[in-house]
Nanobody, 119 residues
Framework: QVKVVESGGGLVQAGGSLRLSCAAP??????VGWFRQAPGKERELVAT????????YYGDPAKGRFTISRDRAKKTVYLQMNSLKPEDTAVYYC??????????????WGQGTQVTVSS
């Protein structure tokens, strides 16, 4: 049973920072991604990272403000979010994909963690 568990969400003022954590399988050729979904909006990709090489990719909402990283020993992926804006308010989901990021929909999703940014 593959388990993915997010933590670190909460309430923060605009301009502040949060770090999300994702405990996920640290297997070679797997990738881990962060997605988010705001009320009434579609789920969107935030950032991804591969376990093996640590190759990263950032979606438009994350560029220049968020950083994804991994700790292979702890089997944990982090999402450092800086300069947060009210529009970053959403449920953030972590997903582990055994195809290396080619099929997020078929991956193992966590339950999500709420991030709320107040103005």
């Amino acid at each position: 049973q593959v388990k993915v568990v997010e933590s670190g969400g909460g309430l923060v003022q605009a301009g502040g920072s949060l770090r999300l954590s994702c405990a996920a399988p640290g297997r070679t050729n797997w990738a881990v991604g962060w997605f988010r979904q705001a009320p009434g909006k579609e789920r969107e990709l935030v950032a991804t990272i591969t376990w093996n090489l640590g190759t990263t990719y950032y979606g438009d909402p994350a560029k220049g403000r968020f950083t994804i990283s991994r700790d292979r020993a702890k089997k944990t992926v982090y999402l450092q979010m800086n300069s947060l804006k009210p529009e970053d308010t959403a449920v953030y989901y972590c997903v582990a994909d055994g195809s290396g990021g080619r099929d997020w929909s078929g991956g193992y999703w966590g339950q999500g963690t709420q991030v709320t940014v107040s103005s």
